[in-house]
């Protein structure tokens, strides 16, 4: 009887370390895709650039500068890397709550935000985002108010995009 406790004790134990391996991994495999948003442009690479530009100061960001990946590897003497431009944007009236604030001023660090635009091997155009909802819920408070302003805006910016 003893024995048969100690088995069921051994089992039960045995599966719940499983369990938890297994939630791990698929925490592990969904967490880049709870964090980034990607999507297939419906336009070309040079108008879907333009079309997020338009858009972001139509919201009242402003655009703090656009990189073109690939001139700045082909400038460097390395390959082509193919079309990669990311755009910076800022709302500073969002940003300003944040900053104003010791116990915020941290997150300045993921200022100002960026959106990615590639082309990949398929030869579409894509675009990658944050989840900025998802990272306010992650901080909570005042952070999460201000990331939920900024993913209503992203909606609206990426609105020609299928999320």
């Known amino acids: 009887m003893e024995t048969d406790i100690l088995t069921l ?7 719940f370390i499983i369990g938890i391996i297994v939630l791990m991994i698929v925490l592990k495999m969904t967490a880049l895709g709870m964090m980034v948003h990607e999507a297939k442009s419906p336009y070309d ?7 997020i530009v338009t858009n972001a100061e139509k919201e009242g960001w402003k655009i703090s500068k656009v990189y073109d990946f690939q001139k ?3 400038d460097a003497g390395k390959g082509d890397i193919g079309k990669i431009n990311v755009i910076q944007m800022c709302q500073i009236g969002y940003a300003e709550g944040l900053l104003k604030k ?5 997150v300045a660090v993921m200022m100002p935000c960026s959106v990615a635009i590639y082309e990949k091997s398929d030869g579409a155009t894509y675009i990658a ?21 900024v993913a209503r805006d992203d909606r609206k910016i990426l609105g ?4």
Do not use: E
């Open 9 to 15: 004790v051994g089992i039960a134990a045995g599966g």
């Open 45 to 51: 690479f040079d108008t879907t650039v333009d079309t």
């Open 72 to 74: 700045s590897a082909m």
């Open 102 to 106: 010791d116990d915020t001023k941290y």
């Open 129 to 149: 985002s944050m989840n900025m909802g998802r990272m306010g819920k992650i901080f909570g408070g005042d952070i999460d108010r201000t990331m939920s302003k």
């Open 160 to 163: 020609f995009v299928k999320q």
